[in-house]
């Protein structure tokens, strides 16, 4: 690619629904424990949406924070790229939503699904449209409510998902923040992660809903194989594409699926673990949202300071798969 | 030798110091207590190390050491 301009991320904002459900309240709805999932996941509680509350609604309030972390107005956004695999429909777009929510109007508007890869999708792309030239100021949100699509009988997938949003604000800057970026899909194992029903190959119907098919359902094993191996392996494409040796790396934010997912790819890239930001075990998995709310609260708490190299890493269904190299620039 | 390294492979991923007792009857999960995610990751490990492809199907069927050996010396 030809690059004219440099880019860099300017305003993380987060937002999380204030209900808890703890592994204990779980205990009570599947047949679990919180030993099972703690030691298992890493994760201890997530947070969940009210009913009539949807992913736009938790989009719009992070979009919010970025900005005002950012110091811009809603005016001045050129584009909005919404990473859900939890629209609030099928159309229009999460990101139009957005956009009405917040009076984004001289703003294009649409939404991406790489799964719990999205947002790294998506900041690849604002990270293009600015290196062109082609847009100033991009908001770029993950956002989710898993709890929608959850099937609260199957304890193998309800216990790992939670609500919630995030968002950054990347711009055109002086410094170049954005040095590398890799995205990568496998469509052959596909199979492995899936939330069936509810799209053109099966439409809703009675059968597909007694059946469960609108819900998200994953082969625990094979993800965990693929998720550990594409973490190390697309981590390091990025830092080799950008010259950059894993050593000169001071923070990873990888996607917050599963601490034994996480410890396992951290190992096999001799990384010592108090250089990985981790905070699944408040809010399980929150596919989109993961990356973008633990890279807000790694930065609002210091853990990423000004010139520090971070990676971002993540894999979801798809199966897709992504990293990017930024350096903190503000 | 594909034991020896199935073995060593098991104490790394385990932290069990003390192989001795290890055979080919000994079952991850009964008597090592490895959880099913220990058990993909020693799965893992033993692939890397032989560089071969061990699908889940034929892991579910593996009962103690002695079987996954037996696939190893088969297959790599």
Known sequence: ?330 | MVFETVVKIIGEQLGVEDLSTVKKETSLINDLEADSLDAVEIIMAIEDEFSVEIPDDEAENFKNIGDIVAYVEKNK
Not at chain 1, 215 to 225: A, H, L, P, Q, T
């Open chain 1, 1 to 330: 690619m030809n690059k004219l301009f440099s880019a860099g991320i300017t305003g993380t904002g987060s937002f999380l629904p204030e209900k808890v459900l703890t592994n204990h309240d779980l205990e009570k709805i599947v047949d679990t424990s919180d030993e099972w999932i703690t030691t298992r996941t890493g994760i201890k509680s997530r947070r969940i949406a009210d009913d009539q509350i949807a992913s736009s609604d938790l989009a719009t309030k992070a979009a919010e924070a970025a900005m005002e972390d950012a110091g811009i107005h809603p005016e001045e956004v050129d584009l909005i790229i919404v990473a859900t695999a939890t629209p609030d429909m099928a159309f229009p777009s999460t990101a139009c939503i957005v956009q009405k929510n917040i009076g984004a109007v001289n703003a294009a508007a649409f939404d991406i699904e790489a799964a719990c890869t999205g947002f790294l999708y998506a900041l690849t792309m604002g990270e293009q449209f600015i290196k062109t030239g082609f847009y100033k100021n991009i908001l770029i949100i993950g956002a989710e409510t898993l709890s929608k699509v959850l099937n609260w009988k199957d304890r193998n997938t309800c216990i790992l998902f939670g609500d919630g949003a995030g968002a950054v604000i990347l711009q055109r800057t002086e410094e170049e923040g954005m040095l590398a970026s890799y995205l990568g899909s496998d469509g052959r194992n596909s199979d492995s992660l899936t939330l069936p029903a509810g799209g053109s190959r099966m439409p809703i119907s009675y059968k597909t809903i007694d059946e469960g098919l609108h819900c998200i359902r994953m082969e625990g094993s094979e993800v965990f194989k693929f998720a550990v191996r594409t973490m190390g392996s697309s981590a390091l494409k990025a830092l080799e594409k950008c010259n950059i040796a894993l050593e000169e790396i001071d923070f990873l934010v990888p996607h917050q699926a599963n601490s034994r997912i996480i410890e396992a790819a951290a190992k096999r890239l001799k990384l010592p673990m108090d250089k990985v930001y981790i905070n699944l075990d408040k809010y399980g998995n929150m596919s989109a949202a993961s990356v973008p709310v633990a890279l807000d609260e790694a930065v609002k708490s210091n853990a990423i300071k000004k010139g520090d190299k971070v990676v971002l890493v993540a894999f979801g269904g798809g199966l897709t798969w992504g990293s990017s190299i930024i350096k903190w620039i503000k």
